[in-house]
């Protein structure tokens, strides 16, 4: 394992490492082996998240389009970009219900969210 990585460990700053990488795990265990004493130690799995770049070309390519459909196919001038962004997503990824984890409830998905 690298000195900065050594280090990164040491100064309690988050690391990011791919676990699905053999050679990333096998470098992770060997560290961890020459470690003693007290540690707290706490990991969650990385979710991969869109760029603003991305973020961007989906609002303009699908949101604002499925927008102007919604209001010409409706004859509702009224309809807000916002409100097509929750539609498009609710037809798409079908999010029924959101389960809290934490909290133990069920929470039910539609336009008005």
Known sequence: MSE?????????????INLSIVEEKRKLMTHIG??????EVK???????????QNGYYHVAFVVPFH??????YGDP????????ITLKCAV???????????GQALELGLGS
Do not use: C, F, Y
């Open 78 to 85: 009224s309809i807000t970009h916002e409100q097509a962004h």
């Open 4 to 16: 900065a990585r050594k280090q990164n460990i040491d100064r309690e700053s988050p690391m990011v």
């Open 43 to 53: 990991m969650k799995a990385r979710k991969r998240t869109r760029s603003l770049g």
């Open 93 to 103: 990824l079908d999010p029924r219900t959101k389960v809290n984890e934490q909290a």
């Open 68 to 73: 102007q459909w919604l209001k010409a196919e």
């Open 34 to 39: 020459t470690l003693s004493g007290l540690w």
